[in-house]
T-cell receptor
Framework: GQNIDQPTEMTATEGAIVQINCTYQ??????LFWYQQHAGEAPTFLSYNVLDGLEEKGRFSSFLSRSKGYSYLLLKELQMKDSASYLC????????????FGTGTRLLVSP | DVKVTQSSRYLVKRTGEKVFLECVQD?????MFWYRQDPGLGLRLIYFSYDVKMKEKGDIPEGYSVSREKKERFSLILESASTNQTSMYLCASTANNEQFFGPGTRLTVL
């Protein structure tokens, strides 16, 4: 199985950059996802990494190091609407490729 | 746009009632999932299905059953609701490298 660890809560100010770290332990790994979830809403897909390196998508970037079991989500030019929970999600390398969710990092962006 | 819909956003039931949560997706996805989400615990997989009439237990199947009679519809059933099943229930379907979630059903069992 897998274990996903990420900080419970982070705060940052509007316009700043914030990095949300995630470490994972797996018995089989087939990719790492980041999801955004606003309070009371469903998670929405942000990024997917399966190879080492940085994937950039607008203000959001995600990094993966498989040898270190480590990923981070980088958010630039923070906006108030970025206040949400960010879920680090691992995918098992099994026939069904089950997703394993971290508990999420609640990010609060202040003016 | 992929759309995953759930029958109710909010539901209040009494202990012992039979509860049906319906999920429908319109993108012909084979794989569908039911999760529950509780504070401090993240999303936990209850059941999943990879084809019509096929189902597999997830991590916390106790107290739940599912039905997949048609490809687009995946139902979660609480045979006899209990207060510890008060939670947010999320349905998802998957294609390639992305899971698409429904809006969620917040179930309260009194």
């Amino acid at each position: 199985g897998q274990n996903i660890d990420q900080p419970t809560e982070m705060t940052a100010t509007e316009g700043a950059i914030v990095q949300i770290n995630c470490t994972y332990q797996t018995s089989g790994f087939n990719g790492l996802f980041w999801y955004q979830q606003h309070a009371g809403e469903a998670p929405t897909f942000l990024s997917y990494n399966v190879l080492d390196g940085l994937e950039e998508k607008g203000r959001f970037s995600s990094f993966l190091s498989r040898s270190k079991g480590y990923s981070y989500l980088l958010l630039k030019e923070l906006q108030m609407k970025d206040s949400a929970s960010y879920l680090c999600v691992g995918r098992e390398n099994t026939g069904f490729q089950k997703l394993v969710f971290g508990t999420g990092t609640r990010l609060l962006v202040s003016p | 746009d992929v759309k995953v819909t759930q029958s109710s956003r909010y539901l209040v039931k009494r202990t012992g009632e039979k509860v049906f949560l319906e999920c429908v997706q319109d993108m012909d996805h084979e794989n569908m999932f039911w999760y529950r989400q509780d504070p401090g615990l993240g999303l936990r997989l209850i059941y999943f299905s990879y084809d019509v009439k096929m189902k597999e237990k997830g991590d916390i199947p106790e107290g739940y059953s599912v039905s997949r009679e048609k490809k687009e519809r995946f139902s979660l059933i609480l045979e006899s609701a209990s207060t510890n099943q008060t939670s947010m229930y999320l349905c998802a379907s998957t294609a390639n490298n992305e899971q698409f979630f429904g809006p969620g059903t917040r179930l309260t069992v009194l």
